[in-house]
């Protein structure tokens, strides 16, 4: 079976925050990743890493108001310093926890500003966060996100973008992040495009579609799925971003197998 971790931000949500590392670990887990780490202490999460023998797999880079709707600054030309104070802020936290991959969300463009100045901005904000993120020896993920369910806007939604955009910044430290749940929706075809996109897949992460709840509450084959990214020579993490559609414990099958 693939290389599992447990995100933090949708699992174990029926604990305090704090409380769901024990839980992950506990249900089998040896990694796990969460939307933002800023609102704790990094000497808290490290320790609570540490307790637990969990390795920390991601996190996002400071993402704006997020509470606002707000879905990454990347592509937004009068943020930029903001994001450069966010690709710090992520590197502190990023030594702290050992993290060796970050994520950045590209953002909602809107109707205001124009496709063109929007790529721009991105692709110049990617260049900088990878060179800053080389330095530290960390992979900058770039996820590219539906936006015809859960996020119409954002500017990444397809592959071909994720891989226009690294082409164009040419960095070896940029890396795809393959969510088969958004996938599904904007592209289908799961197997062969894991397949065909291996080269530059960076972190793997699912939920099944339609709801976004674990493997086995909608079309995915996960067993199939599961079976084709052992087959391929991937030695990243895959991670369970679902929305449990009861209790997580009781949503953890799959990881069975
Ligand atoms: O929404 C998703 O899918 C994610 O992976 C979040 O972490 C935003 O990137
Ligand atoms: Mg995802």
Known sequence: MPRFAANLSMLFTEFEFTERFAHARNAGFEGVEYLFPYPYQKEQLASLLKD????????????????????????????????????DQAIEYARALDCRQVNCLAGLRPPSLSEEDAWQTLQANVSYAAEKLSAEGITLCLEAINSRVDMPGFVLDTSGKVLALMEAVDADNVRLQYDLYHMQIMEGDLIRSMECLLPWIGHIQFADNPGRHQPGTGEINFSNVFAAIDRLDYDGWVSAEYRPSGDTGASLGWLEG
């Not at 637990?52 to 310093?81: K, M, S, Y």
């Open 52 to 87: 637990h023998g969990l390795t920390q797999v991601l996190f996002n880079l400071p993402p704006g108001d997020w509470d606002a709707g707000e879905r990454g600054i990347a592509c937004l030309p009068d943020r930029v310093a903001e994001f450069r104070e966010g690709v």
